[in-house]
T-cell receptor, first 114, second 112 residues
Framework: GAGVSQSPSNKVTEKGKDVELRCDPI?????LYWYRQSLGQGLEFLIY????????KSGLPSDRFSAERTGGSVSTLTIQRTQQEDSAVYLC????????????FGPGTRLTVL | QKEVEQNSGPLSVPEGAIASLNCTYS??????FFWYRQYSGKSPELIMS????GDKEDGRFTAQLNKASQYVSLLIRDSQPSDSATYLC????????????FGSGTQLTVLP
């Protein structure tokens, strides 16, 4: 079946602009996660959605970052007033809600802030 | 102290050899452990999950977990050049959090 999809695959923006990144999880997966991976850095957790529960936003680095998930499926990560340090690959993952919590990643969006 | 530690490598092994990748974690209550493979320029791909002490085998891959020592490893038998990638260890911490904590990865090169 189809895996996690993300769009766009690449995004170049100017400092100070807002960007929106999209994630479409695997069908039937109710849990959705956003991570980011910077050059030389490990994978860093950003936010987690589970069904209709309030999201876990504990990993968001600043209030310029926000995310929503509509209808329990597609999610959008928004970064306002982008800064150069926001340049990274933004990865979305999804999982079934089960004890094993196996997470499957999408191809990522490479964000470059000039 | 990092929560999940891996030797960054690079680790080089000859084709056909066994590659051994190691990971330690700090949260003693962690319950779920995963190995991801990440090719350059690609996203992480789940290759193994392990939840209880002992070994778990899947094809050429064996994951080993020792909760008392807070240690998890991945063995790759009959290594192939196509196994050359960065291997990420990931741990789900104790408590209600579902997100994974990742190590910084070990870069493996299999020499033909």
């Amino acid at each position: 079946g189809a895996g996690v999809s993300q769009s766009p695959s690449n995004k170049v923006t100017e400092k100070g602009k807002d960007v929106e990144l999209r994630c479409d999880p695997i069908s039937g997966h109710t849990a959705l996660y956003w991570y980011r991976q910077s050059l030389g850095q490990g994978l860093e957790f950003l936010i987690y959605f589970q069904g209709n529960s309030a999201p876990d936003k504990s990993g968001l680095p600043s209030d310029r970052f926000s995310a929503e998930r509509t209808g329990g499926s597609v999610s959008t990560l928004t970064i306002q007033r982008t800064q150069q340090e926001d340049s990274a690959v933004y990865l979305c993952a999804s999982s079934l809600v089960a004890a094993n919590n196996e997470q499957f990643f999408g191809p990522g969006t490479r964000l470059t802030v000039l | 102290q990092k929560e999940v530690e891996q030797n960054s490598g690079p680790l080089s092994v000859p084709e056909g050899a066994i590659a051994s990748l190691n990971c330690t974690y700090s949260d003693r209550g962690s319950q779920s452990f995963f190995w991801y493979r990440q090719y350059s320029g690609k996203s992480p791909e789940l290759i193994m999950s392990i939840y209880s002490n002992g070994d778990k085998e899947d094809g050429r891959f064996t994951a080993q977990l020792n909760k008392a020592s807070q240690y998890v490893s991945l063995l790759i038998r009959d290594s192939q050049p196509s196994d050359s990638a960065t291997y990420l260890c990931a741990v789900r911490p104790s408590g209600s959090a579902r997100q994974l904590t990742f190590g910084s990865g070990t870069q493996l090169t299999v020499l033909p």
